[in-house]
């Protein structure tokens, strides 16, 4: 059996953009915003039933209550597609935060917010292992965990991440650091990482996404997602 879903990440939705006047400022704020409607349309023209968002969902911590409603709106617009939301070191899990008032604004059946870092089915033969953040800096791996959980024969292991692999691009002053060997010591089939604003291949399994919406790293490979499909053929 085949599993598709969409890898993406760093939406940045509210990001300011002082540098520009208040009218183009405006209009690259609603493109943020809409970024949810561009990776619903590729879903459905791929076939994938789920999106794996890798962190900074937002870029700040104090969004507006009509911001949150909109990325809610937007997001039930593809009721067949299952929204995987993991917090960043812009946007973290913290009590009584952003993604608590996303929750009580009236989050939609098809969205999982994943607060707390756990596993959670992605498929019948497949199992999502994310490892949201509740910190701009934390001292520790949050992919840690991941080698220690066990693996069931025949299941697709998919991991969910955001922070920096070590000894890769800025890691040196990153404050979240990811082991880039995850993959093969937690077994996992797939590790979806958000964090660096560009799409690149860390190793066989390990990717990230990057920034579907271009940002200030040019030279990163900016303004895509991925469309990633596992068979289930490998046995841990």
């Known amino acids: ?23 183009k400022a405006a209009l690259l704020r609603d493109a943020r915003v809409r970024i949810p409607e561009r990776i619903g349309v590729l879903a ?15 870029d700040t911590r104090l969004p507006a209550d009509a911001t ?24 973290p899990a913290t009590p009584n935060g ?33 490892c949201p953040l509740n910190a701009r800096h934390v001292s520790r791996d949050p992919t840690a965990w991941l080698d220690d959980h066990p693996a069931e024969a025949g299941q697709i292991r998919v991991g969910l991440a955001h922070g920096a692999v070590q000894g890769f691009g800025s890691a040196g002053e990153a404050g979240v650091l990811i082991d880039p060997g995850r993959a093969e010591t937690a077994r996992l089939d797939y590790l979806a990482l958000g964090d660096w604003h560009g799409t690149k291949e860390i190793g066989p399994r390990t990717w990230y996404a990057g920034t579907p919406e271009p940002d200030q790293f040019p030279a990163n490979e900016p303004g895509y997602a991925l469309v990633v499909e596992i068979e289930a053929e490998r046995a841990p």
């Open 98 to 130: 952003l993604w608590r008032r996303f929750e009580d604004l009236g989050r939609p059946d098809n969205v999982i917010v994943h607060h707390e870092a756990g596993a959670t089915r992605l498929a019948a033969n497949a199992v999502l292992l994310a």
């Open 1 to 23: 059996m085949t599993i598709r879903f969409i890898h993406t990440g760093d939406w940045h939705i509210a990001k300011p953009f002082h540098r520009f006047e208040e009218e």
């Open 44 to 58: 459905r023209d791929t076939g994938a039933n789920a999106v794996l968002v890798a962190g900074d969902i937002f």
């Open 68 to 91: 949150l409603r909109r990325l809610a709106a937007r997001l039930a617009q593809y009721p067949e597609i299952t929204w995987h939301l993991l917090p960043g070191n812009h946007d």
